[in-house]
């Protein structure tokens, strides 16, 4: 299957899923900015071109052309080592993202990490749009990075709902990508996501190639400190795509007793 064609109704545009960028942090939280670098340079190497979720989600619905190899970098939590690390990495390169703000706390902390002690600041107001008059994509992380699965439909509303208000009163512009906190979703989270008009949505599940009736369960591939060069350049090719319908063939297989 080519890179950014529609062929069979799917298409190949790994989704790369980072959290922080910094020096020193561990190798679970995220990445250095010498590691995104060497990322970022490879893929520049090889000529991929980065888009948002919304060209993904225009690509399966109508069949918009896509660049050639497209491919999809984001940042989760909006922290602001993305702003002052990861940012000058990607421009350098000519890369943009798609940075999942949690806007209740934007301009403060990720005050939801507190009780493991790892509160660190978050972009402000002012970051958020120097990236968006670069091109750079927001979709929306709720307001307060709540487990949406584990609140009172209402209040889960509330979350994505107002999420979504906050980033577009700031951008003056619509958003349409969302991504699950904590990666926890099920139908009824979905549906609430559809409905209050996001166009697709991101999960922690592990692929690199999508199908328009996945667009709000769409797969990506966790990048941290622990991704060895090696598996960062398999994670990008057709072969791990395989490799992800092997296994997953083999549990049903094993479901079933077979």
């Known amino acids: ?92 390169a000519g890369f943009t993202a798609t940075i999942f703000v949690v806007s209740g706390f934007i301009g403060e902390g990720s005050i939801w990490e507190g009780s493991q002690g790892n509160v660190v600041p978050l972009m402000t107001r002012e970051n958020i749009l120097t990236l968006s008059a670069d091109r750079f994509h927001f979709g929306g992380h709720t307001r307060t990075h709540k487990n949406l699965v584990s609140l009172r439909p209402e209040e889960a509303r509330n979350e994505v709902e107002m999420g979504k208000r906050d980033l577009e009163d700031l951008l003056q512009k619509p958003v349409y990508s969302f991504a699950y906190p904590y990666g926890d979703f099920n139908e009824q989270i979905i549906d609430l996501v559809k409905n209050c008009g996001f166009k697709a949505a991101r999960t922690v599940h592990t692929g690199n190639t999508h199908q328009e009736k996945d667009l709000f369960r769409l797969t990506c591939v966790k990048i941290n400190g622990m991704t060895p060069a090696w598996k960062f350049k398999y ?24």
Do not use: C
């Open 1 to 92: 299957m080519n890179e950014g064609k529609k062929m069979a109704d799917q298409v190949r545009v790994p989704i790369l899923y980072y959290h922080r960028v910094s020096e020193g942090i561990s190798l679970k939280q995220g990445v250095s900015p010498s590691v995104l670098k060497a990322q970022v340079d490879y893929l520049r190497r090889r000529r991929y071109h980065s888009i948002g979720f919304e060209d993904l989600a225009n690509h399966l619905q109508s069949g918009t052309p896509l660049p050639p190899r497209p491919i999809i970098l984001s940042f989760d939590d909006g922290y602001l080592d993305t702003f002052t690390l990861a940012y000058p990495i990607l421009k350098e």
């Open 235 to 258: 994670y990008l090719t057709g072969l791990y795509h395989l490799d992800i319908l092997w296994q997953e063939w083999r549990k049903a297989k094993k479901r079933h007793g077979k």
